[in-house]
């Protein structure tokens, strides 16, 4: 029996253009690995980088159907995984093709696959990969942006090639919101389809909610205090989107790291004062101990935080604002359908078209993502804009 493994270490970059018309907007591949691989390991990473392409090129030809798809996978129990793969990339193209005023494209695509493990035994293997995208939008082709997935998939040898039998890490939680919404169940094919079937009708009165929400809304612009630096947090922010700063803790597997990294925006590069009490994991102070790695439920929750900026006695002066109301460094949050925040981003850019504003551009962590649409990246209703005002010194 064979069995072998490959860890991540970060040693040698290989970048291989690919000018074929068929690849897309893709331009490279960056693959990091350790060692020289066996011929497994290559045919299986091999697999594994085609399909992402592949991938990436039904989503720039928007490809509905991605007839391509049974060309990488198993026929063995691999038709529910393969529906909501197509799924999901059928989420990603309406919501771009139904964009107001103009359709969202990513140019000038790279990507770069960090693989974690490979791990073979006879004829399956497991892999563990990273895979950042970097990109341009063609509404800011200026500025670059990018998010990092993560994925674990098995595969089979059928012969002498390898194929996918399951991937995990193409459903976030903003697309299980929405099935959930919906009474979609993943793992039934019937229910992927129907979702499908009522997509586009779905998606153009999102987008329609949103629109009346941006024109009734009468926000009143209010003055910053003064001590909130904007221009720090929106570098901090753009920095460390797809790199963890490691003076903090990650919380990725432990409920997520969004609020984490927001907070630590408004800390490290707004200089927004930390509220420290004798009281950890709670949401009346607002604080993270480099040192002990104590904190405050606040500083990682994003339902805590929430509650924090409303309480008397919050040091940040903040507000519940609107689409509007908000800026570049201020905060947005997605609410479940019990109102209770889920999840928090930074605001790093404004998009306009010919009827004013459109869109917001965010940097997150849980995913990682770096300066993208806000809409077209989630899809996600129920939005909470939080206007950060400065703070109250002690």
């Not at 153009?204 to 630096?229: P, Q």
């Not at 597997?253 to 984490?260: A, I, M, R, S, V």
Request: aromatic residues 12%; negative net charge.
């Amino acid at each position: 029996m064979k069995s072998t493994k490959m860890n991540k270490r970060i040693s040698g970059i290989i970048v291989c253009l690919f000018l074929l018309a068929s690849m897309g907007n893709v331009q490279a591949i960056i693959k990091e690995s350790e060692v020289i691989q066996s011929d497994d390991e290559k045919k299986i990473t091999d697999t594994i980088e085609n399909f992402i392409m592949s991938y990436e090129s039904a989503l720039d030809n928007e490809d509905i159907n991605f007839n391509d798809i049974d060309s990488f996978f198993s026929d063995i129990n691999s038709s529910k995984n393969k529906e909501l793969i197509k799924t999901v990339l059928k989420r990603k193209i309406v919501l771009s093709q139904e964009y107001p005023k103009t359709k969202l494209k990513e140019l000038n695509k790279e990507l770069k696959f960090d693989y974690e493990s490979i791990t073979i035994e006879k004829n399956s293997a497991e892999v563990k990969v990273n895979v950042t995208k970097m990109f341009n939008y063609n509404i800011s082709p200026d500025v670059q942006s990018g998010e990092v997935n993560s994925y674990f998939i098995k595969l089979s040898r059928i012969n002498e090639d390898w194929k996918i039998s399951f991937i995990e890490g193409f459903v976030d939680k903003f697309v299980k919101e929405d099935f959930n919404g919906k009474g979609i169940n993943p793992n039934n094919i019937k229910d992927l389809k129907k979702y499908q079937k009522d997509l586009r009708k779905n998606v153009k009165e999102f987008y329609k909610e949103l629109k009346l929400e941006a024109e009734s809304d009468e926000s009143i612009v209010v003055a910053n205090r003064g001590n909130y630096d904007r221009t720090g947090a929106y570098n901090y922010a753009m920095n460390h989107a797809l790199n963890h700063n490691n003076d903090y803790e990650s919380f990725v597997g432990q409920g997520g790291d969004c609020t984490n990294f927001t907070s630590q925006c408004l800390y490290e590069g707004g200089g927004i004062a930390q509220h420290v009490g004798g009281q950890n994991y709670t949401d009346t102070y607002w604080f993270y101990n480099k040192t002990t790695h104590d904190r405050s439920a606040s500083w990682t929750g994003a339902n805590e935080f929430r509650r924090y900026i409303g309480y008397s006695i919050s040091r940040i002066d903040a507000q519940i604002s609107s689409f509007n109301g908000v800026t570049y460094s201020d905060l947005v949050q997605f609410a479940n359908s019990n109102g209770d925040s889920y999840h928090s981003l930074i605001i790093t850019g404004i998009v306009y078209n010919s009827s004013g504003r459109s869109d917001l551009l965010v940097c997150g962590h849980s995913p990682m993502v770096r300066n993208v649409s806000i809409s077209n990246a989630f899809g996600a209703r129920n939005r909470v804009y939080i206007k950060i005002l400065g703070y109250t010194e002690d």
